[in-house]
């Protein structure tokens, strides 16, 4: 299971001054959990990020985002954010945003 252990202290640093966290493996990566429900995640160096449908194509229309295909086929309301767009605390804390603003949108697990 390979993933950037560095970009993955980078987001559980940013993500713990907002919210509690849990992280697990999934994706053939290290995924981060807010209230039971995925955030985000680190796959190889790339931020995936768990945007929902309202936010999925204003996401991929942004710089250093692609369409996730973990399985394949696009995942909707996934997308994958490259290393070049996560250089900076600012860059990062945009995207985590997004993965936030969707999670506290669900219902409680």
């Known amino acids: ?4 252990s560095d970009l993955a ?4 640093l940013q993500l713990n001054d907002k919210v509690e966290i849990s992280e697990r493996k999934m994706f053939g990566g290290l995924c981060f959990m807010v209230a039971g429900h995925m ?11 768990r945007v929902g449908p309202n936010q ?5 229309k942004q ?3 692609s369409e996730m295909t973990f399985t ?3 995942m909707k309301g996934m997308v994958y954010v490259s ?3 996560l250089l900076t605390a600012e860059q990062r804390e945009k995207w985590l945003d997004y993965c936030l ?3 506290h949108s669900l219902a409680p697990k």
Not at 1 to 4: C, E, P, R
């Open 1 to 4: 299971m390979a993933f950037d």
């Open 9 to 12: 202290n980078k987001i559980r």
């Open 39 to 49: 955030a985000c995640g680190i796959n190889g160096d790339r931020l995936m990020a």
């Open 56 to 60: 999925y194509l204003q996401c991929l």
């Open 63 to 65: 710089e250093y985002a």
């Open 72 to 74: 394949g086929k696009p």
């Open 83 to 85: 290393s070049e767009g």
């Open 101 to 103: 603003n969707f999670v």
